[in-house]
């Protein structure tokens, strides 16, 4: 994984979050959206959704 694809979940967690609120996001879903094709992207890069969070508010 590159770092492009980090940016691409960072961007895809943003627009869910806009769209659905931070409860209802899940890694899998922000590693859809971001067009990841391993479903274990987003989990590899954040850990965690609270890690997720961190590195949108960090980006």
């Known amino acids: 994984m590159t770092a ?3 940016l ?3 961007n895809a ?3 869910l ?3 659905h609120g931070y409860a209802a996001l899940s890694l899998r879903q922000v ?3 971001a067009g990841q094709r391993n479903n274990s ?3 590899y890069h954040f850990g965690t959704k609270d890690g ?3 590195a949108i508010m960090t980006a």
């Open 52 to 54: 997720r969070l961190e």
């Open 8 to 10: 691409l979940l960072i």
């Open 17 to 19: 979050i806009a769209q």
């Open 13 to 15: 967690a943003e627009r």
């Open 4 to 6: 492009d694809a980090r």
């Open 31 to 33: 590693g859809v959206v």
């Open 41 to 43: 992207a987003a989990q």
